[in-house]
């Protein structure tokens, strides 16, 4: 009998899980992002303190499977801790990561890393030094991301490309990347080093504030999000959000102004969740129908049988951008202009 619905996902969960064995696995390491996360996180891991809205012991556990099928098995674990508890005990964060990888069923091929981790277990090195497993840190397949979803909105726009956040690691990709390409970047930032840099790349380099008033299409890609408060946005224009929690900060948007998920990708083919990792996509902002692209980094890796991070440190190394895009080529995967959990057209976004 042809099963179909919760039932036929059930099942693929099932043999995907225990009848193929042979499949490559990788682990997606995620933290709360609100009090309301960390609920939620009680009530899969059974601990009623945090389920309370109490701090509870940060203790990782498994908050999803997922099957692509035919290729690879995956897990998300998650921490229950948020991102402000992440930075002021960043030892103790790194430790529960190395914890949460002991916890992973069977072999692990790659492990990613979420929004916040990455910044705590220092871009991913700081991990891979304590365990076996490549780490990645998703910064190739983000800036994979966000540069195709920016080209297609700035072909709509035009003018110079503003990209804040410009010091971390998929801000430096993407200036580097779309000044390859002969655009016009204002890169959002300050410091020596991101001034030399910003001069080496042939870049204009302004505080963030500025830079997101100089231009219509802005890319977020401040490491920890929170950074730029909606009024320095122009009128009409489009911020393409990659950081996690997001750029802005709370307050009304200027008139027009659009802002896309940055590093948001269609769905893979052949992806099973289950119950729970439907939920997951739920509050992790995925929505039914996509995954951000930082997911798609280890699941790439496990898939290619890949055992060399694609993304691991404070910059990509060279050909580390053009290698992730030919993978994900190979696999099918696109990125995906959203507005939220939706599909944004380009008919809908301002014009020249």
């Not at 076996?132 to 195709?148: C, D, E, F, K």
């Not at 302004?206 to 490491?223: F, H, I, K, L």
């Not at 910059?315 to 995906?336: D, I, V």
């Amino acid at each position: 009998m042809l099963l179909t619905g919760p039932k036929a996902t059930a099942r693929s969960l099932r043999e995907g899980l225990h009848k193929k064995p042979s499949l490559p696995r990788f682990v997606f390491l995620v933290h709360a992002l609100t009090p309301a996360h960390k609920r939620i996180l009680g009530a899969r891991f059974s601990d009623p303190e945090l389920m309370a809205g109490g701090k509870g012991w940060g203790v990782p556990g498994r908050l999803c499977r997922i099957v692509v099928e035919g290729q690879a098995l995956g897990e998300v674990i998650s921490l229950p801790l948020l991102p402000e508890e992440l930075l002021t005990d960043q030892e103790g964060a790194l430790g529960r990561m190395e914890d949460a990888i002991r916890r992973a069923e069977g072999p692990v091929a790659a492990v990613g890393l979420g929004s916040v981790l990455a910044v705590v277990a220092g871009r991913g090195e700081a991990l891979a030094e304590r365990v076996s497993v490549p780490i990645t840190t998703g910064a190739a397949a983000t800036t994979w991301a966000a540069l195709g979803n920016t080209l297609q909105v700035h072909e709509r726009l035009g003018g110079p490309i503003a990209v804040l956040g410009a010091s971390g690691t998929v801000g430096d990709a993407l200036v580097e990347a779309l000044r390859g390409l002969g655009h016009e970047v204002i890169a959002g930032g300050s410091g020596k080093a991101l001034e030399r840099r910003a001069k080496s790349l042939g870049a204009r380099l302004v505080p963030e504030e500025e830079a997101a008033a100089s231009a219509r299409v802005v890319v977020g890609a401040a490491t920890t999000g929170g950074t730029l408060a909606p009024e320095h946005l122009q009128p009409h224009s489009v911020l393409i959000d990659v950081a996690l929690p997001p750029t802005l900060k709370p307050g009304p948007l200027p008139p027009g102004v659009v802002v896309l998920a940055g590093e948001a990708v269609d769905l893979p083919r052949g992806w099973t969740r289950g119950l729970w990792g439907q939920l997951y996509h739920l509050f992790a902002g995925y929505g039914p129908s996509q995954i951000f692209a930082c997911l798609a980094e280890p699941m790439v890796m496990a898939i290619q049988g890949r055992t060399t991070p694609f993304a691991l440190g404070r910059r990509l190394k060279p050909g580390a951008l053009a290698e992730f895009t030919e993978a994900a080529k190979s696999l099918g995967l696109t990125p995906r202009l959203a507005r939220g959990w939706r599909r944004a057209r380009l008919d809908e976004l301002p014009r020249r």
